[in-house]
């Protein structure tokens, strides 16, 4: 009895190629997509650490006085990270997955505390730069958690209170340490006057970027451009804490969209009514 063999042959150069050509297709349009799911993975995580922080700030507000703490002392040893950090029992909440500065877990290491990726609202108005400021010609805190220099800044504290519009009014952001030290700061420092609390003082900016959101500006490299000092990674947005303890992803200059012309949609003035 005969036995047909079947003819077995294999790809051909151009068959192999067209496989090839389709795989590359389909890896350029699946790539971009693991890249989004990977990023908003890390956003829903800098989301959580946000929430944390700001639920640990709203204990201390509940165990001292109904009073913020203080954003970071005149002599830089106490911060509001230092202070806020025994409810959180945590580092690792500080830092965002986003940002790609690395350090070593030690709360004590260096002389400025821990590279961290957020900051507080310790903004001011007045004098364009803390180096013009006298105590003839003060600057006004504007924030929630600012810095405490009696001899040039009016109000460094904040009630709760005090605080006109709570869900609209931001306590906590997103500035990460590598931003900082890429633009030629010294990091993001968590008992860094310049690093753990933005101001707007421009004259910080060497040391650690310290400008506010500004919708007017031109686009520029960090620090000078409609972000300000603001870390946007997540798909150009960047989570926001408030004062009543929500949090929101947002374009950092939305938060700050005309200062000159629109104040009253300044987030970063707390005074407003």
């Known amino acids: 009895m005969k036995r047909n063999h079947a003819s077995h042959r294999g790809f051909t150069l151009i068959e192999l190629l067209v496989v090839i050509a389709i795989i590359a297709i389909l890896a350029s349009i699946l790539f971009p997509v693991f890249a989004q799911a990977r990023e908003k993975a890390r956003q829903t995580s800098c989301l959580s650490n946000e929430k944390q922080l700001g639920l640990a700030v709203l204990q201390y507000v509940q165990d001292y006085d109904e009073t913020f703490p203080i954003g970071v002392n005149d002599d830089w040893n106490n911060s509001w990270p230092v202070l806020v950090q025994p409810y959180v029992k945590s580092l690792d909440v500080f830092r965002c997955p986003s940002d790609k500065e690395l350090w070593q877990v030690d709360w004590t290491n260096g002389w400025g505390g821990v590279p961290i990726s957020y900051a507080s609202n310790g903004a001011t108005t007045g004098p364009d730069t803390f180096l ?91 620090p000078k451009g409609p972000d300000g000092s603001v870390s946007a990674h997540h798909s150009e947005r960047a989570n926001f804490v408030f004062c009543d303890g929500h949090v929101k992803s947002m374009k950092p200059a939305a938060t700050n969209p005309d200062p000159t012309n629109k104040p009253d949609q300044d987030m970063w003035d707390a005074r407003r009514k």
């Open 132 to 222: 013009s400021a006298t105590p003839s010609n003060p600057q006004d805190f504007l924030g929630v958690m600012g810095m405490a220099q009696s001899n040039w800044i009016n109000g460094i504290t904040r009630a709760m209170g005090d605080v006109g519009r709570p869900a609209e009014s931001i306590m906590i952001t997103e500035k990460h340490s590598a931003d900082v030290k890429d633009s030629g700061g010294w990091g993001q420092l968590s008992s860094f006057a310049p690093g753990c609390i933005i101001m707007g003082q421009t004259g910080w900016d060497t040391l650690a970027a310290n400008e506010l959101p500004n919708g007017t500006r031109p686009a520029a490299k960090y």
